[in-house]
């Protein structure tokens, strides 16, 4: 772990535990973890955009939270800008998660000042780093749940129907392609339409994964949780050796995909590799 300045008291925080002073470098936390290679350069009061463009270059990604409009509050159109955050408070405070799934680790980045403009240059020193912090990515309390079926097709049926296979067999973090675009106001953007943004989840997101059997067909699940009653057309594909990709379809642009890794005698759960329609 590397703390080089402390982290500030967030008194607006919905999460107190963002609130948290960082420990003292000489005295980790419990489940922090010494500090990745990319952090060596890492400097108190440094640009964001700055600690950022190392963290890609490095290959972390933002490590995104299903809590986020729940911390920051308001419209938290931040949520959007910024897969990455974690909480804002009103007063320019945010903390910030990013993963590196081949290491097991994960960061949190402290900063202080306006975020609408931290890409643009001119505007960079507006948004500065204040602290972080490396811990190691959550696993499965459970152990290893044995193989519900050597073929893949019935073991995609089992990991739909059985809690217990999804959280044995979705890997600790998830890559997912998200959706931005240039409709937020008074925000920065690098380009014009949509793009996709690389991103990971924890596997605690896919607790309650957006697929359905219901009469032997298979239904994704909308916003709300609930299941859509349209069947969807499935589609199993192999991009590559040691792979299997399952699209569902429910028309010419709506639908998701999730790819799976063979690891072992079986398969994990470890990416939705495509961006949601616009």
């Not at 909480?87 to 949190?108: E, K, N, Q, T, W």
């Not at 989840?201 to 909308?222: C, E, I, K, M, W």
Request: charged share 20%; proline share 9%.
């Amino acid at each position: 772990m590397a703390t080089l300045a402390a982290a500030p008291v967030f008194t607006r925080l919905a999460h107190a535990q963002s609130a948290a002073p960082a420990p003292n470098a000489a005295a980790p936390a419990a489940g922090t973890a010494p500090a990745p290679d990319v952090a060596r350069s890492f400097q108190a009061g440094m640009t964001y955009a700055d600690l950022r463009a190392k963290l890609d270059a490095a290959g972390w990604l933002p490590l995104s939270t299903d809590k986020c409009r729940e911390n920051v509050g308001g419209e938290a159109l931040v949520c959007r800008y910024m897969p990455e955050t974690d909480a804002c408070s009103g007063d320019g405070y945010c903390v910030f998660r990013f993963a590196h799934r081949a290491s097991g680790l994960m960061m949190r980045v402290g900063t202080y000042g306006s975020y609408q403009r931290w890409k643009q240059p001119g505007h960079q020193q507006k948004l500065t780093v204040r602290w972080w912090e490396a811990s190691r990515l959550p696993t499965a309390a459970a152990p290893q749940a044995a193989c519900p079926a050597g073929d893949f097709a019935a073991f995609f049926r089992a990991f739909v129907d059985d809690p217990a296979v999804r959280q044995a067999h979705t890997a600790p973090v998830v890559k997912v392609m998200e959706l931005s675009s240039d409709d937020l106001p008074n925000f920065y953007h690098e380009r014009a339409g949509y793009w996709p943004v690389p991103t990971y989840a924890l596997a605690s997101t896919y607790a309650n994964f957006p697929v359905r059997r219901q009469g032997g067909r298979y239904h994704l699940l909308d916003g709300g949780g609930e299941m859509i009653p349209t069947p969807a057309r499935v589609s199993i594909t192999e991009p590559r050796r040691g792979t299997r990709k399952v699209r569902l379809d429910m028309g010419l642009s709506e639908g998701r995909g999730f790819l799976f890794e063979r690891r072992g005698n079986c398969w994990v759960l470890t990416e939705e590799p495509d961006p949601p329609s616009p």
